[in-house]
């Protein structure tokens, strides 16, 4: 297992377009967390998964933003109708909560660039 | 409200010098705090956290609730020690709530 992978690693879009990455978390970790990362900021928690369940959305920073867990396997951010202030790094992060560490492992991210 | 505050954009020292980023945090309840790191190029990773009370690649950390306070220290820095360190609370939710960062530079 070489950890949690993020696809694309960079994507380009122009404003108006509607944009989804994909996080693969690593295997057998039950949760999955999205945080979003601005310039000279500290990762920002969005949403979060237990399984395949979706326990928190509110922090979704708008109803552009979408994600899923279909099979409690990798995972879907999408963002809908983009606009300049979505630029920044999306970062996913799995955890096993079984283990009773709760350490959360961090992918490389996908630097969003909207034009 | 929980918060992580951490007051240092930037430090630089010289190799050899004693190192301490500082961290104060706001959360009702029993507190769970980490460092995170991430060097030039590579990801997010766990540095330690307060549970387990442990010295990673030399450092350490103490969390103080008094004083609110979770300061990383390191008694001779070194040059591989240059990278941007996030302090972490963790949230009602097991998220983690960052601070903004501080990137360390270790001179020759």
């Known amino acids: 297992d070489t950890g949690v992978s993020q696809n694309p690693r960079h994507k380009i879009t122009k404003r108006g377009q509607n944009v989804t990455f994909r996080c693969d978390p690593i295997?057998?970790?039950?949760?999955l967390y999205w945080y979003r990362q601005t310039l000279g900021q500290g990762p920002e928690f969005l949403t979060y998964f237990q399984n395949e369940a979706q326990l928190e959305k509110s922090r979704l920073l708008s109803d552009r933003f979408s994600a899923e867990r279909p099979k409690g396997s990798f995972s879907t951010l999408e963002i809908q109708r983009t606009e300049q202030g979505d630029s920044a790094m999306y970062l996913c992060?799995?955890?096993?909560?079984?283990?009773?560490?709760?350490?959360?492992?961090f992918g490389p991210g996908t630097r969003l660039t909207v034009t | 409200a929980q918060r992580v505050t951490q007051p240092e954009k930037l430090l630089s020292v010289f190799k050899g010098a004693p190192v301490e980023l500082k961290c104060n945090y706001s959360?009702?309840?029993?507190?769970?705090l980490f460092w995170y790191v991430q060097y030039s190029r590579q990801r997010l990773q766990l540095l330690l956290r307060h549970i387990s009370r442990e010295s990673i690649k030399g450092f350490t950390a103490d969390l103080n609730k008094g004083e609110t306070s979770f300061h990383l220290k390191k008694p001779f820095a070194q040059e591989e020690d240059s990278a941007m360190y996030y302090c972490a609370l963790r949230g009602s939710q097991g998220n983690l709530i960052f601070g903004k960062g501080t990137k360390l530079s270790v001179k020759p």
């Open positions: 295997s057998e970790h039950n949760r």
């Open positions: 992060a799995s955890s096993l909560t079984t283990s009773g560490i709760y350490e959360q492992y």
């Open positions: 959360y009702s309840g029993s507190p769970e």
